[in-house]
């Protein structure tokens, strides 16, 4: 089966074609112009994804050598996300659906990043355990088949990327944050200063990382600006560490208590190298088979929404033009 998909739920416009777990071709325009607000802008967004979506679908089929005519489904993102931006791909899918008697498959940007996984791994047994961790989600899912899924945990506030981010914002970095900080983190002492964990009273297995942020923003306004600067390395690693810690045990203890030994890992902090490596050997120490993403399918990509849409169309699922786009869409 071979799947065009669509992404534009927040600042990355993509498309790709898919066949099965083959990744014919894989386009994404990150819209940089948002940098200068240190954050993304609704509406510039949305108009971006306007100005963009039909270039980058027509690279992503030329650079796959299929044809039109050989799709055999639209998959488009129809949430969770940005409002403005969801409606430009899920309206674009709808026209191509339509115009060339195609099914469109609306596809929740969530099970995508799940999905990913079987991208570079192939089909991956069930049930396992998923980490969610993006920039709008921190989730610990049990997944039992595409479609039938157990939330554990979850942020009571800050996303784990949000967590990057923000910190970022704090030390004056460039959004997103998140990838600086894994580079910059590298030179730096994890031990140099002691961040709080994401604790949360009498909830186990939920994060909250919003203290942790604010300890960031006290410390470097108590030492300043030009101490914060001279020990930048630093505080990224240390800062890095507390997130990755974290993450690292909330999930694996989920995992202990679980019979799940198949661990997934899914979203755009899945890149991070320092909780890769943390992962990593976690997984080895207590004899668990753990999945990443390669870094292109862990952010945000269409090459995830096509073989997220492939499950649809197994299951005829498809949508009508009556589909919505549903900003805070759940699992
Ligand atoms: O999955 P994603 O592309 O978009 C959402 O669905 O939110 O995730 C974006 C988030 C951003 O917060 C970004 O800073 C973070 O992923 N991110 C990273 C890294 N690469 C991207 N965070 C830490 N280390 C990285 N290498
Ligand atoms: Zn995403």
């Not at 920039?135 to 800050?158: A, L, N, P, R, W």
């Not at 009273?201 to 470097?220: I, P, W």
């Not at 009508?320 to 699992?331: E, F, Y």
Request: proline share 3%; with cysteine.
């Amino acid at each position: 089966m071979i799947i065009l998909g669509l992404e534009s739920s927040c600042d990355e416009t993509a498309a790709a074609v898919v066949e099965d777990n083959n990744v014919l071709s894989n386009i994404v325009s990150s819209q940089l112009l948002h940098q200068e607000y240190g954050g993304v802008v609704p509406e510039f967004a949305s108009r971006e994804h306007m100005k963009n979506i039909n270039f980058v679908m027509q690279e992503a089929l030329q650079n796959s050598g299929i044809g039109f005519s050989e799709l055999d489904g639209i998959a488009a993102t129809r949430g969770p996300g940005l409002m403005g931006s969801l409606l430009v791909g899920l309206s674009f899918a709808k026209g191509l659906a339509i115009s060339g008697k195609k099914p469109l498959l609306g596809v929740n940007h969530i099970e995508g990043h799940i999905m990913a996984n079987f991208l570079d791994h192939g089909d991956i047994e069930y049930p396992f355990l998923c980490l969610l961790v993006s920039g709008g989600h921190t989730m610990i899912i049990e997944v039992f088949s595409h479609g039938e899924y157990k939330v554990i945990g979850q942020s009571v506030d800050d996303a784990a990327g949000e967590a990057f981010d923000k910190g970022g914002k704090i030390l004056h970095l460039t959004y997103p944050a998140g990838p600086i900080i894994d580079k910059i983190a590298r030179k730096g002492d994890k031990k140099f200063h002691h961040f709080p964990r994401a604790e949360v009273k009498n909830r186990e297995y939920d994060f909250s990382f919003s203290g942790l942020k604010t300890s960031l923003y006290y410390l470097v306004k108590n030492k300043g600006r030009k101490w914060a600067e001279k020990n930048m390395n630093d505080i990224c690693a240390a800062y890095q560490e507390a997130i990755v810690d974290a993450l690292k045990i909330k999930f694996f203890k989920t995992a202990h208590e679980s019979k799940v030994n198949r661990l997934v890992l899914a979203g755009g902090v899945a890149a991070n190298s320092r909780l890769r490596e943390v992962f990593q050997r976690e997984a080895d120490k207590a004899g668990y088979q753990i999945f990443f993403p390669s870094l292109e399918y862990c952010t945000d990509n269409a090459a995830m929404i096509a073989r997220a849409g492939l499950e649809e169309l197994k299951k005829d699922n498809y949508a009508d033009m009556s589909l919505q786009a549903v900003p805070n869409l759940k699992l």
